[in-house]
């Protein structure tokens, strides 16, 4: 194994456990054990896009869209605008769900259906790191963010979408967008076992994920 291979899958390991952390501490200091069900933001403006579209597939199904926030995060919303017009995210799944917190997907090189999943979650594009674009835009229900191990400037092809407000999460983590459609289908997104840090039996997968200008 190469020394940067190794890094890339340090880096992603850290995530796991460090994103876990927190998810674990803000449950627990919460009480919250289920998805909130109802709208993302009663009062949310929907900027204008680009919008992400992704169609599920699995044990649910539906389209979510994602409103991109070019106007906080712009070099990670061109980064999801480059993968998902190259295809890359069709296919992959949602490795990691944590009941009342959160949905990650994202995981390009190891999270496609049908493939060995078992690497899911550890890894990333072949396209570089991105550097953080942190905001004051809250981890509110519906909020997309994006995924990085314990360095700041790590994040790369991986993202989550928020079940349930995480304060903890503010200014932490890069905000690239809020679900503006479709909450209804990440509801019903399947869940992991949180003994098992939320990885998920047979996941659900993005089947098609496009761009919406």
């Given at each position: 194994?190469?020394?940067?291979?190794r890094?890339?899958?340090?880096?992603?390991?850290?995530?796991?456990?460090g994103f876990?952390?927190?998810?674990l501490?803000?449950?627990?200091?919460?009480?919250v054990?289920?998805a909130?069900n109802g709208p993302?933001?009663?009062?949310v403006?929907?900027?204008g896009?680009?919008?992400?579209?992704i169609?599920?597939?699995?044990s649910t199904?539906?389209?979510?869209?994602?409103?991109l926030?070019?106007?906080?995060?712009p070099?990670h919303?061109?980064?999801m605008?480059?993968?998902?017009e190259?295809?890359?995210?069709?296919?992959?799944?949602?490795h990691?769900?944590?009941?009342?917190?959160?949905a990650?997907?994202g995981d390009?090189r190891?999270?496609?259906h049908?493939?060995?999943?078992?690497?899911?979650?550890f890894?990333?594009?072949?396209?570089?790191?991105?550097p953080?674009?942190?905001?004051?835009l809250?981890?509110?229900?519906?909020?997309v963010?994006?995924a990085?191990?314990?360095a700041?400037?790590?994040a790369?092809?991986?993202f989550?979408?928020?079940?349930a407000?995480a304060?903890?999460?503010d200014g932490?983590?890069?905000?690239?967008?809020?679900?503006?459609?479709g909450?209804?289908?990440?509801d019903?997104?399947?869940?992991?076992d949180p003994r098992n840090?939320?990885?998920?039996t047979d996941p659900?997968?993005?089947?098609?994920?496009?761009?919406r200008r």
């Amino acid at each position: 194994m190469s020394p940067d291979r190794r890094a890339n899958l340090i880096a992603a390991g850290l995530f796991a456990l460090g994103f876990a952390i927190l998810g674990l501490f803000y449950l627990s200091s919460t009480g919250v054990l289920s998805a909130q069900n109802g709208p993302a933001d009663d009062g949310v403006l929907d900027t204008g896009g680009p919008y992400l579209v992704i169609e599920v597939a699995g044990s649910t199904s539906g389209e979510i869209v994602i409103d991109l926030r070019d106007d906080v995060s712009p070099a990670h919303s061109a980064r999801m605008i480059e993968l998902a017009e190259a295809g890359a995210y069709d296919g992959v799944v949602f490795h990691r769900v944590i009941d009342g917190f959160m949905a990650q997907t994202g995981d390009v090189r190891h999270g496609v259906h049908g493939g060995d999943l078992s690497m899911a979650g550890f890894g990333g594009s072949d396209l570089p790191n991105l550097p953080a674009e942190f905001s004051r835009l809250p981890f509110d229900r519906g909020v997309v963010g994006m995924a990085r191990s314990q360095a700041p400037d790590s994040a790369n092809s991986q993202f989550f979408i928020m079940f349930a407000p995480a304060p903890n999460l503010d200014g932490q983590y890069t905000v690239i967008g809020r679900v503006v459609e479709g909450m209804d289908v990440v509801d019903t997104i399947r869940r992991g076992d949180p003994r098992n840090n939320g990885a998920v039996t047979d996941p659900d997968r993005m089947e098609r994920v496009t761009i919406r200008r």
